[in-house]
C-alpha cells in the first residue's frame, strides 16, 4: 500500500508539473504575440490574459510541490498576490496587503477557480481603487464557517460605482460566473468614498 501510494504521489506531481509547464509556454507565446502588436487596448488583453493564464498555473505549481489533491487556502492566495502585485504594480503606489482570518485546506479544483477570483480582484484594485493616492491597503479575509466559507477583499481607495460594475469589464464578469456556476456562492459588493469590499462565499 505504501509503495502504490508513493506510486501515485510521484504521477500526481508529473501531471501537475506538466500542466504548469504548458500553461506557462501558453503565456510564452502570448507575450510574444503582444511584442507583435501595436494597439494599445489589444496589449492591455493580452496581459490580461496572461496573468489568468498563471494564476491558474500558481494552483498547479503548489500542487507539483505537495503530491496532493487538496491545498492550504492562504498558500494558494499568497503565492497568487506575489504574482498579481509583481505584474501590476507601479512604483508610484506604495501598496501593504495584509491576508487573515482562518487557513484550511481545499480541493484542486476549488484553489484554481479561488486563485483566478483573487486575481481578477486584487488586479482590479490595483489598477483603480488608489487613483491620485500614493499609498493604499489591501485586506484578504477568509472566514471558514460549518458549511459554508467566506473570502472578502477589501481597500481603503476611492470606491467604485456600482453601476460601472453592473455593466462590468470583463474581469469581473468572469468573478461574478466563476462565483456561481463553478462555487455555487454569492458576491456581495459595499464601497464608498472610503474604499470598496467585495466578497464571495461557497461550499467547504
Do not use: P, W
Not at 492566495?77 to 487573515?100: A, C, F, Q, T
Not at 476549488?110 to 490595483?126: G, P
Amino acid at each position: 500500500y505504501e509503495e502504490e501510494l508513493k506510486i501515485k504521489t510521484v504521477f500526481i506531481k508529473e501531471i501537475h508539473h506538466r500542466v504548469k509547464n504548458n500553461l506557462q509556454r501558453v503565456a510564452s507565446l502570448l507575450r510574444i504575440q503582444k511584442r507583435r502588436v501595436k494597439n494599445a487596448e489589444t496589449k492591455k488583453i493580452l496581459d490580461e490574459t496572461i496573468n489568468r493564464i498563471l494564476s491558474i498555473s500558481v494552483t498547479h505549481e503548489l500542487l507539483a510541490q505537495n503530491g496532493l489533491d487538496e491545498l492550504e487556502i492562504k498558500e494558494v492566495i499568497n503565492k497568487i498576490l506575489k504574482n498579481s502585485v509583481r505584474e501590476n504594480l507601479d512604483g508610484h503606489l506604495k501598496l501593504k496587503i495584509d491576508v487573515i482570518g482562518d487557513n484550511f485546506e481545499i480541493s484542486s479544483d476549488k484553489a484554481t477557480t479561488i486563485a483566478l477570483i483573487v486575481n481578477e480582484l486584487v488586479e482590479n484594485c490595483i489598477k483603480h481603487a488608489f487613483k491620485g493616492k500614493t499609498k493604499g491597503q489591501i485586506i484578504i479575509k477568509v472566514r471558514r464557517g460549518e458549511m459554508k466559507s467566506r473570502i472578502s477583499i477589501s481597500d481603503n481607495g476611492i470606491g467604485m460605482d456600482e453601476r460601472d460594475f453592473e455593466k462590468g469589464s470583463i474581469g469581473l464578469q468572469i468573478v461574478k460566473s466563476l462565483v456561481k456556476e463553478k462555487l455555487y456562492g454569492n458576491l456581495d459588493i459595499k464601497t464608498g468614498n472610503k474604499g470598496t469590499e467585495i466578497s464571495f462565499g461557497f461550499e467547504n
